[in-house]
């Protein structure tokens, strides 16, 4: 069995279920809350691609990577910040901002309260492709911020949301008639200048049951705005029976030391957000739950009798919270922490970090979304000079991404048209995916299924790039062969260059026309085509090995 083979294996067997989201398996006897000291990091190659993956979701190009040998990427005059800035501002780091954050927001794979089902046949479209344009909304307000220059506050004051003709349909905005596309657009129904706090989309993926009094609410705004999870607080054991009743619940929670330890500030939080408080009549009535209720917004008073309030401080209602939320120095130390743990895949309370460096250039930014990331990118630890930050597994956005830039293959639901590996009708969760619902993190190491998905992706995505090269002169990857050349015959110097440039295109390895690798992949060839008589499907074969090398599917 030849190495890669092996690896190959031991990647398929080294399987894990879904944690705590480290990118690394703890050692016996080590402690990943102490931080080593700092090392060598990955050569310039390794580290081109670790931050063109999380920049832009794609491998770097050949000319890019001809670039860094010729321009360190580090040193008194070095490239590297010439290069982040660039990519930063490429096209791609808005798809990829929307990528990330979808972990913080859940809205592409989330379980929406909402049924959009009647909906969605009333626009004449499935369940599933309707969800697809709601789910856009929050994420595409993180990438305009972003990508205008926005201080990350924009997130929370903007009066304004982001909106396609399909929420046009229902949404109460101003989108113009006969226009289509993503624009920027204004609620029509009154609701507050307070950005992703007014959104119809948040609010209908994030319920509330009419029990739950929209603490469900609260505490997605106290996650994903303040990295402030309630569900994770230590609290002691109640000191009262609890009686099997919404009443005696109720009357614990305003009692109970232990059950007044977290509701006190989280149940006057959850006092904001009557203006959506619609339970009764989620599931027919988009009249009513894509819109803004002003006149419910006194609601607190009947349901809970607590009024709204943020942490100690009084709010007058949804008015209020964008700017309490704003000036709450958690926001922006929160965007920091997301920021390098969405980049790293890990988490900052299991694996501490001292993100000082990032804090200032966040800061001295005005809180940019563009200069956090280049502070990220530019810091050792996360290059990978710290070995608890060496490799990463790539996610299923990532995989799917840089996949879809070697190959042109997006692997899209034919009912809905969504992408297969960021929707719940697809793979997300067995390649290692979270949907915060029924898989709380995300997969830390390769399991049985994530192999599964990567193997079926590259077998899918060889086989388009062959049958297209082989029957087109506009080639995608197979530039270098007509397929009549055989391994012992003639054309072995066509196959040769060939499967070189594969190597320095698909993993950024300049292999040496003797090297190891070439030899490894013309045995696979030949074995190949001695099964099937099939030059097509030999390569085929090669090209979904090297989708499947562990240096594509971890960097």
């Not at 083979?5 to 990647?11: E, H, M, Q």
């Not at 920049?55 to 050949?62: D, S, Y």
């Not at 049924?115 to 856009?136: C, D, K, N, P, S």
Request: proline share 8%; net charge negative.
């Amino acid at each position: 069995m030849s190495a890669r083979a092996a690896t190959l294996l031991l990647v398929a067997v080294g399987c894990a279920a879904p944690g705590d989201r480290v990118s690394h398996p703890t050692p016996p006897g080590s402690d990943l809350s102490v931080p080593p000291p700092v090392e060598a990091g990955p050569d310039d190659t390794a580290l081109l691609t670790r931050i063109s993956l999380d920049l832009r979701g794609v491998r770097p190009t050949i000319e890019e990577l001809d670039e860094v040998e010729a321009h360190p990427l580090t040193g008194p005059d070095g490239s590297l910040d010439a290069i982040v800035d660039r990519w930063l501002r490429d096209p791609r780091f808005g798809d990829r901002l929307m990528d990330l954050y979808d972990d913080v927001y859940s809205s592409r794979n989330g379980n929406y309260y909402v049924h959009y089902e009647f909906l969605a046949g009333q626009l004449g479209m499935t369940h599933q492709a309707l969800i697809g344009h709601i789910a856009e909304e929050p994420l595409r307000m993180i990438r305009w911020v972003a990508e205008h220059d926005e201080p990350v506050e924009t997130l929370v004051r903007a009066d304004w949301t982001l909106a396609d003709e399909v929420l046009a349909e229902f949404y109460p905005i101003d989108y113009p008639a006969g226009e289509t596309g993503w624009r920027q657009v204004h609620y029509t129904d009154d609701r507050p200048p307070v950005g992703v706090l007014a959104m119809t989309s948040v609010w209908t993926l994030h319920g509330s049951m009419e029990n739950n009094r929209n603490r469900n609410r609260a505490n997605f705004v106290a996650r994903a705005l303040l990295c402030e999870d309630f569900l994770e607080h230590e609290v002691p054991p109640p000191t009262t029976q609890l009686a099997g009743t919404v009443t005696g619940l109720e009357d614990a929670i305003k009692t109970d030391p232990s059950c007044v330890s977290c509701h006190a500030t989280l149940d006057p939080l959850a006092s904001h957000f009557y203006g959506y408080w619609w339970y009764d009549l989620a599931f027919i009535a988009p009249d009513v739950y894509a819109w803004y209720h002003p006149e419910r917004e006194e609601l607190w008073r009947d349901i809970t009798g607590v009024p709204p309030g943020y942490f100690g401080q009084p709010s007058r209602g949804l008015i209020d919270l964008g700017e309490l939320v704003a000036h709450d120095p958690r926001f922006a130390s929160c965007a920091v922490e997301q920021a390098w743990e969405l980049m790293t895949r890990t988490d900052v309370d299991l694996v501490p970090v001292d993100l000082s460096a990032e804090r200032d250039a966040f800061a001295a930014s005005g809180h940019r979304l563009r200069e956090l990331y280049h502070a990220i990118a530019a810091d050792p630890v996360y290059q990978g000079r710290d070995p608890r930050f060496r490799r990463k597994r790539v996610t299923p956005s990532v995989l799917s991404s840089q996949i879809a830039d070697l190959t042109t293959v997006w692997w899209e639901s034919p009912e809905s048209g969504r992408e297969l590996l960021e929707s719940p009708e697809g793979y997300t969760l067995l390649a290692g995916g979270f949907d915060r619902d029924m898989v709380l993190n995300a997969a830390p190491t390769e399991t049985v299924t994530s192999v599964l998905v990567e193997q079926r992706l590259a077998e899918t995505a060889a086989r388009f790039v062959v049958e297209h090269d082989a029957a087109s002169p506009d080639r995608i990857l197979l530039a270098d062969i007509d397929f009549t050349e055989r391994p012992d015959g003639p054309g072995r110097e066509r196959m040769v260059a060939q499967l070189q440039h594969l190597h320095r295109r698909i993993l950024g390895r300049r292999v040496a026309m003797d090297a190891p690798e070439v030899e490894h992949d013309l045995q696979v060839w030949e074995a190949a085509m001695t099964t099937s008589g099939d030059p097509s499907l030999a390569w085929a074969t090669v090209l979904t090995l090297l989708f499947l090398d562990p240096d594509f599917v971890t960097y």
